[in-house]
């Protein structure tokens, strides 16, 4: 059973990661696509899907695949029913890539699959109550509850990105406006630097180099890494960035009052780059905060991986179900 | 047993309301004091709570008393530890007042109080997951899930009034900037019609002759019975405070995608002038609507008295477990 080979991907706006994990949650070796995009054939995603997973299995025997989506999951977990930055509209995913596969498949939004991760074998293990926030090209979340996931009515709890922040705000891939992804995200992250990027504000900074003209040439990693080397436009974004993201957890945490907030994603890799602001603003933004146990950020255990963690466990529970 | 008195007091931002309650929820008398405030001694209101379950009780002995506090209630029901618009700030509450008034006493937040009814005996009986938003001076709320209310880590849960909805907005008696109920609320309704009376825009709108000079005249029972008579201001403030409610209503699906939205307190007595400009902003503003179930939105099943209902039944639970 232990040497079987499971496969978590993790579908996000902007890149596919296929990933053999082990029973304990360790990422044995992955395969690396692009996302095609949310305007195209759904064929097309379903290929790079196919691309990573036959490339991470190598040509062994696959006993299951787990699809962490970056979108609305059906509650019966066959369907991607929408997904702002993915082609899907509620077509059957599961039987369609089971098939194609041969094998079983298991699929969830991609912030439960992290959150699972965490929950099993992560942070947020024995915790009672925590919510988790996964900043990738948006913002994922999970909350939890008596140790279990909360899943809603339509199985679309924890879309906590495209709550309004700002009325009137930053128009969303969702067809909203100022929701707080659009402040907080790997997207946000990267539009913080575009847009003052070669301005007289930040004259000088090492990003400056990298875009050369074209601040479309900025990526998130590229933000990340100057953060790193101490570039004070970096700074600056993750600043923004971190202090949303307290913005909203204050909100959450008016809401939900949970024991703990964990945050992963890729943007998150940044640490406290990203962490210390997030603290400082969700003290600052907390009602009654004198007066209650403010609960601490921690960063996700599973860093950029808890999403294929997650979604491998997935394909785990299944098989373990149906044996 | 059932001809036990119970006595459920709401203690608002404003007023004071007790009232003697029978087992199915019918209230069957009441007294009424105003709030003295929230910079007076606590002795103040400790005295307005005394007159009042003394007005009800009419020299009968008492069985029991549930208070329903606009504030932060502790995990063991014992303080408030905080009330942006009460005197309370963690004080040994539910023992002054047993020892004070020689009965049993049983203390909740008034929006868990209210929940309490509308699970109980009201609009929220067998459902699954809701929340329950409740429209005074400020926002209460709280969350259900499988039946039980969702009390959090300090059983601070459902502080919704206190989630920012507009960045560097209106100053909240919270301390901070921005909350929902300075949009969504009965004072946003109140400070809405104070900010336009006697205005060009209004002219001749029935609230300027109530108002005759001086806006702090207006009251929301005012601009609700001028709303009824079809008054172009108190219309447009209802407008206003409905929307507002949809759109943070809208966030709340976003992040928790509840079965039913109730919505209680003093300005939902206005029915659909509140209710419909809160339903049209909610679907305007919930992510995804096209692909889920957008939860309805209804009146609690006990208007402005679902506070003192919900309280009696805490004060009777209570006697119920020690008998």
Redesign the interface.
């Known amino acids: 059973m232990s040497q079987d080979l499971f496969i978590g991907v993790d579908i996000g706006g902007t890149k596919v990661l296929a990933a053999e994990v082990s029973p304990s949650g360790e990422v044995l070796g992955t395969a690396h696509r692009s996302t095609p995009g949310r305007r195209v054939e759904l064929e097309l995603v379903e290929d790079a899907l196919t691309e990573a997973v036959t490339e991470v299995a190598a040509g062994r025997p696959v006993a299951g695949v787990g699809l962490a989506a970056a979108g609305?999951v059906d509650a019966a977990g066959e369907r991607v029913?929408?997904a702002p930055h993915l082609p899907w509209?509620?077509e059957p995913t599961l039987t369609r890539l089971s098939s194609r596969w041969g094998t079983r498949v298991a699929l969830d939004n991609d912030a439960n699959c992290a959150a699972l991760a965490e929950i099993e074998l992560g942070a947020a293990r024995g915790v009672?109550?925590a919510l988790l926030i996964t900043l990738g090209t948006g913002i994922g979340?999970a909350?939890v509850?008596g140790g279990q996931m909360?899943?809603?009515?339509?199985?679309?709890?924890?879309?906590?990105g495209?709550?309004?922040?700002?009325?009137g705000g930053l128009p969303c891939e969702?067809g909203?406006t100022g929701?707080w992804e659009q402040y907080s995200s790997g997207n946000a992250l990267v539009a913080f630097v575009r847009a003052r990027v070669e301005t007289e504000e930040y004259a000088g900074c090492a990003l400056d180099e990298l875009a050369a003209g074209d601040p479309l040439k900025i990526t998130g990693p590229a933000v990340t890494a100057a953060a790193a080397d101490g570039d004070a436009l970096a700074l600056a974004a993750y600043e923004s960035v971190g202090s949303w993201l307290g913005?909203g957890l204050?909100?959450?945490v008016?809401?939900?009052?949970?024991?703990l907030l964990v945050v992963g994603g890729g943007v998150s890799t940044a640490g406290d780059l990203l962490l210390a602001p997030a603290r400082a603003s969700l003290e600052a933004?907390l009602?009654?905060r004198?007066?209650?146990?403010v609960?601490p950020i921690v960063a996700t255990g599973f860093g950029a991986e808890a999403g294929v963690v997650g979604a491998s466990l997935l394909a785990r529970r299944l098989t373990a179900a149906e044996s």
Request: hydrophobic share 45%; glycine share 14%; with cysteine.
């Open positions: 609305f029913m929408f509209r509620g009672d109550s979340g909350m509850l909360v899943r809603g009515r339509n199985g679309m709890a924890g879309e906590f495209h709550m309004q922040v700002v009325p969702c909203l929701c913005v204050a909100g959450l008016a809401a939900f009052d949970p024991e933004s009602v009654g004198l007066h209650r146990e609960p």
